[in-house]
């Protein structure tokens, strides 16, 4: 991971006092973690779309994310193989739709600020 990420990932583990269990868990709307449930793909969906309106973009899904972080991995001479886990299943279809999105990608990932 880049420092960043793990300088942000260790403030959650510290500021959230987790200890054991799943990295990413549910905050409620009194910002109380769910000490006992991991973090639903409906609950990531609604992440992302929350903060893709807060970027300015038009649209973008949880599945555009792992298209694009599959995309920067390729970009920089990673081995697609080396990530399959990452993806159910890697298509000829998934692979062309990988090589064409650097431009986009850059230009959304400077918009976000975490």
Same mark, same amino acid.
């Given at each position: 991971?880049?420092?960043?990420? =793990? !300088?942000? $990932? @260790? ?6 006092? /987790?200890?054991?269990?799943? /990295?990413? *868990?549910p $905050?409620?709307r009194?910002?109380? =973690?769910?000490?006992? *449930? *991991?973090l ?5 969906? !609604? +992440?992302?779309? #929350?903060? $893709? ?10 599945h ?5 972080f599959l %995309?920067?991995? /390729?970009?920089?001479?990673? !081995? ?7 993806? @159910?299943? +890697? %298509?000829? %279809?998934? #692979? #062309?739709?990988? *090589?064409?999105?650097? #431009? ?6 400077? @918009? =976000?600020?975490?």
């Amino acid at each position: 991971m880049p420092p960043r990420t =793990i !300088d942000l $990932v @260790k403030t959650w583990l510290e500021e959230s006092g /987790l200890a054991f269990g799943p /990295l990413f *868990r549910p $905050v409620n709307r009194w910002n109380q =973690i769910a000490a006992d *449930r *991991r973090l639903t793909a409906r609950g990531v969906y !609604d +992440i992302v779309t #929350r903060r $893709v309106k807060q970027a300015g973009l038009d649209k973008a899904s949880p599945h555009d994310l792992r298209r694009s972080f599959l %995309t920067y991995l /390729l970009d920089n001479g990673e !081995d697609l193989y080396s990530y399959e886990t990452l993806v @159910k299943a +890697i %298509t000829d %279809t998934t #692979r #062309r739709y990988l *090589r064409h999105q650097k #431009r986009r990608n850059r230009a959304a990932a400077d @918009k =976000i600020d975490f």
